[in-house]
């Protein structure tokens, strides 16, 4: 499984974004999708995940900002993140898992930078 993520920038507090993350290769091998990011200094911290059923579950400090989802028709997970915060400046990584069999794949990682 290969994943690419994009839709990382500079935005300003108070704005959006929405993160892809496009999939190719053994896709029916994926159980779940989701979003690590990390911060500068900080260690890699889960911030949602979504089954193959679609059913999601978050961060707690992210809940009612951010929303994942994923396209299976397009092989493509999204998170729309709402109301940025400037404590949300991190590097974006989208996973796949796809069980133990197979393992866990990662893309490349997309930045966001959120300006106060």
């Known amino acids: 499984v290969q994943l690419q993520a994009s839709g990382g920038g500079l935005v300003q507090a108070g704005g959006s974004v929405r993160l892809s993350c496009s999939a190719s290769?053994?896709?029916?091998?994926?159980?779940?999708m989701g979003w690590y990011r990390q911060a500068p200094g900080k260690q890699r911290e889960l911030v949602a995940v979504?089954?193959?059923?679609?059913?999601?579950n978050y961060r707690d400090s992210v809940k009612g900002r951010f929303t994942i989802s994923r396209d299976n028709a397009e092989n493509t997970l999204y998170l729309q993140i709402n109301s940025l915060k400037p404590e949300d400046t991190a590097v974006y990584y989208c996973f796949a898992d796809a069980g133990p069999r197979y393992g866990v794949y990662w893309g490349q990682g997309t930045l966001v930078t959120v300006s106060s």
């Open positions: 290769g053994s896709i029916f091998s994926v159980k779940s």
């Open positions: 979504i089954t193959s059923g679609g059913s999601a």
